[in-house]
């Protein structure tokens, strides 16, 4: 018997597993699929790297930085700083019609950015950083209130507030158009206080060096080793069941696979109210340059962009929303030289049951058809960068259903977060997006804060 399966080896499930095998405790990870990271993840295509999910690690902190997320899950996995190698994003913009705000990991950019193109709203938004819920409150009731209801009892100007909205919900949020002020809170502070950051080769250093220690810490990796059913008898997990019969027992449980699709898996019914899943996902486009994006004058780290005199953060009606998105370039960040090839990122918000309706052959001339039109609003934004295209991907939410198991492919979750990481079974906890930590330091801190709460304390 082990002393905890954890089921999935993303993010959340990989910094639980290391933290509980640190302890001596006996852990086995389950990994559906053929490779670990889960949402954050990448895949070989045409001998080429993609990565998928990270355009930027948020609360990025300089080398020796004692205080703060990411300083604190280094201590908590015993990881050294240099072992991801990261670096520090060059500059990023938020574009709406008449107005662009410029930041980067220096909060006085963007202060001097809203005074500039706001005048008299940059003392709000002092104020508004005054507010802000520290990390431990998250869960607590007191921030689990709209967003939006605080952020303008604070900041009167509109489309200000939609500026900031922006990046925030397109990092974090799971449900249209609002959000709640604790995780509004620690996705403010990781994007504009803290700031971005990358590790120098991609998403796959922090997976490989997650892995590596955790294996090298004594815990069990099964890849290609999906769950079936959780076996709830009397209250509690007995067992799992793999999808090719196998049977293996913990005296816990530990899901990253989502709250709904936990509680589906379980034998017994376990969810006394079930939630709605999340109406959020994305498609994203895929450009690999024959130069690097800053020879053609592009050398911000990403841009997020609104088109129209409202941010409308929902599903949209059409397979993909062109109003507003996301470009990401992974070359623009500050390398003392870029690794690899030039590449474009953009990420443009989807329906995830248009896409799923579509057969075999509709949904490959989607992707065609949607990759032109992203491209096209792309350059009105950057530098157009269509003529040096030499290669091209894109996913959509039937990607991130296929590869994550995520119900509607919605990357983050379910619209209702279950803080405290327990749910109706004794000893089954969830981490993760649906326990109310979002990105890839969020989620594991997600992991460590379910094992030392519920896990070590025996």
């Given at each position: 018997?082990?002393?905890?399966?954890?089921?999935?080896?993303?993010?959340?499930?990989?910094?639980?597993g290391?933290?509980?095998?640190?302890?001596?405790?006996?852990?086995?990870?389950?990994?559906?699929?053929?490779?670990?990271?889960?949402?954050?993840?990448?895949y070989?295509?045409?001998?080429r790297l993609?990565?998928?999910?990270?355009?930027?690690?948020?609360?990025?902190?300089?080398?020796?930085?004692?205080?703060?997320?990411?300083?604190?899950?280094?201590?908590?996995?015993?990881?050294?700083?240099?072992?991801?190698?990261?670096?520090?994003?060059?500059?990023?913009?938020?574009a709406?019609?008449?107005?662009?705000?410029?930041?980067?990991?220096?909060?006085?950019q963007?202060?001097?950015?809203?005074?500039?193109h706001?005048?008299?709203?940059?003392?709000?938004?002092?104020?508004?950083?005054?507010?802000?819920?520290?990390y431990?409150?998250?869960?607590e009731?007191?921030?689990?209130?709209?967003?939006?209801?605080?952020?303008?009892?604070?900041?009167?100007?509109?489309?200000?507030?939609?500026?900031?909205?922006?990046?925030?919900?397109f990092?974090?949020?799971?449900?249209?158009?609002?959000?709640?002020?604790?995780?509004?809170?620690?996705?403010?502070?990781?994007?504009?206080?803290?700031?971005?950051?990358?590790?120098?080769?991609?998403?796959?250093?922090?997976?490989?060096?997650?892995a590596?220690?955790?294996?090298a810490?004594?815990?069990?990796?099964?890849?290609?080793?999906g769950?079936?059913?959780?076996?709830?008898?009397d209250?509690?997990?007995?067992?799992?069941?793999?999808?090719?019969?196998?049977?293996?027992?913990?005296?816990?449980?530990?899901?990253?696979?989502?709250?709904?699709?936990?509680?589906?898996?379980?034998?017994?019914?376990?969810?006394?109210?079930?939630?709605?899943?999340?109406?959020?996902s994305?498609?994203?486009?895929?450009?690999?340059l024959?130069?690097?994006?800053?020879?053609?004058?592009?050398?911000?780290?990403?841009?997020?962009?609104?088109?129209?005199?409202?941010?409308?953060?929902?599903q949209?009606?059409?397979?993909?929303?062109l109003?507003?998105?996301?470009?990401?370039?992974?070359s623009?960040?500050?390398?003392?030289?870029?690794?690899?090839?030039?590449?474009?990122?953009?990420?443009a918000?989807?329906n995830?049951?248009?896409?799923?309706?579509?057969?075999?052959?509709?949904?490959?001339?989607e992707?065609?058809?949607?990759?032109?039109?992203?491209?096209?609003v792309?350059?009105?934004?950057?530098?157009?960068?269509?003529?040096?295209?030499?290669?091209?991907?894109?996913?959509?939410?039937?990607?991130?259903?296929r590869?994550?198991?995520?119900?509607?492919?919605?990357?983050?979750?379910?619209?209702?977060?279950h803080?405290?990481?327990?749910?109706?079974?004794?000893?089954?906890?969830?981490?993760?997006?649906?326990?109310?930590?979002?990105?890839?330091?969020?989620?594991?801190?997600?992991?460590?804060?379910?094992?030392?709460?519920?896990?070590?304390?025996?």
């Amino acid at each position: 018997m082990y002393d905890t399966i954890i089921i999935g080896a993303g993010m959340s499930g990989l910094a639980a597993g290391i933290r509980l095998a640190h302890f001596d405790r006996r852990v086995c990870i389950l990994e559906r699929h053929y490779a670990v990271g889960g949402l954050n993840s990448f895949y070989r295509q045409r001998g080429r790297l993609f990565d998928v999910g990270l355009h930027a690690l948020t609360n990025f902190t300089p080398k020796g930085t004692r205080r703060g997320p990411l300083a604190h899950l280094l201590r908590q996995l015993r990881v050294a700083w240099d072992e991801w190698a990261l670096v520090p994003q060059r500059g990023s913009a938020i574009a709406f019609p008449g107005v662009t705000l410029e930041f980067s990991n220096h909060f006085e950019q963007f202060a001097a950015s809203v005074a500039r193109h706001f005048p008299g709203q940059e003392p709000k938004l002092r104020r508004l950083v005054d507010t802000l819920a520290t990390y431990e409150q998250l869960g607590e009731q007191a921030v689990c209130e709209s967003a939006r209801r605080v952020v303008a009892s604070i900041i009167d100007e509109p489309l200000l507030r939609e500026m900031i909205f922006c990046p925030v919900l397109f990092y974090g949020g799971a449900r249209e158009h609002d959000i709640d002020f604790g995780q509004f809170s620690v996705l403010f502070r990781s994007i504009f206080l803290e700031g971005l950051g990358r590790p120098t080769a991609g998403v796959r250093v922090i997976l490989k060096k997650l892995a590596e220690r955790f294996q090298a810490l004594g815990g069990e990796l099964r890849l290609r080793a999906g769950v079936q059913r959780i076996a709830v008898e009397d209250g509690r997990v007995h067992h799992v069941e793999l999808e090719d019969g196998t049977e293996l027992s913990a005296r816990n449980v530990v899901s990253s696979a989502g709250w709904r699709e936990t509680m589906r898996m379980c034998s017994a019914p376990a969810d006394p109210a079930p939630v709605e899943p999340g109406p959020i996902s994305f498609v994203e486009a895929i450009s690999v340059l024959d130069t690097q994006p800053a020879s053609l004058g592009y050398d911000r780290t990403m841009v997020f962009f609104n088109e129209t005199d409202s941010f409308e953060y929902r599903q949209p009606e059409d397979l993909v929303d062109l109003r507003s998105g996301l470009i990401c370039s992974p070359s623009n960040f500050l390398y003392a030289e870029p690794p690899g090839e030039g590449m474009v990122r953009i990420s443009a918000l989807a329906n995830f049951r248009r896409w799923a309706a579509l057969d075999p052959d509709r949904y490959r001339l989607e992707k065609l058809r949607w990759y032109d039109r992203l491209a096209e609003v792309a350059a009105r934004h950057v530098p157009d960068f269509r003529s040096q295209v030499i290669d091209t991907d894109m996913f959509t939410p039937t990607t991130i259903r296929r590869f994550t198991g995520r119900d509607q492919g919605a990357v983050y979750g379910a619209p209702t977060k279950h803080y405290d990481g327990r749910t109706p079974v004794e000893n089954l906890y969830i981490c993760g997006t649906d326990q109310g930590m979002v990105g890839i330091v969020g989620t594991l801190i997600s992991g460590i804060a379910i094992a030392n709460r519920y896990l070590l304390r025996n």
